[in-house]
Nanobody, 116 residues
Framework: QVQLVESGGGLVQPGGSLRLSCVAS????????MRWYRQAPGKERELVAH????????RYADSVKGRFTISRDNAKNTVYLQMNSLKPEDTAVYYC?????????WGQGTQVTVSS
């Protein structure tokens, strides 16, 4: 079965950095786009970034452009989200997402808290 396992969240001060990882299994990782979403308390889940199957194209939400970088290692079935210059408004649970066979699969999420 499809499994997505995120890690790397935590508490960081404004201006700091974190790198999230998501290890995927149960499908042919290298064939599919991968996405990172986030959900802040009281808000809807929003798309943060996506990356094409080969990693050649990435897209970002305007709110994170220039600060976050999505990447992937198809040999390790892993997608990453490097987050720099973090702001309090980046505080949220971050989720990895894949859509093999046209169905949405989600990880359990990893909490990112940006606070002094």
């Amino acid at each position: 079965q499809v499994q997505l396992v995120e890690s790397g969240g935590g508490l960081v001060q404004p201006g700091g950095s974190l790198r999230l990882s998501c290890v995927a299994s149960g499908f042919t990782f290298s064939m599919y786009f991968m996405r990172w979403y986030r959900q802040a308390p009281g808000k809807e889940r929003e798309l943060v970034a996506h990356i094409t199957s080969g990693g050649g194209t990435t897209r970002y939400a305007d709110s994170v452009k220039g600060r976050f970088t999505i990447s992937r290692d198809n040999a390790k079935n892993t997608v990453y989200l490097q987050m720099n210059s973090l702001k309090p408004e980046d505080t949220a649970v971050y989720y990895c997402n894949a859509r093999p066979w046209a169905s949405d699969y989600w990880g359990q999420g990893t909490q990112v808290t940006v606070s002094s």
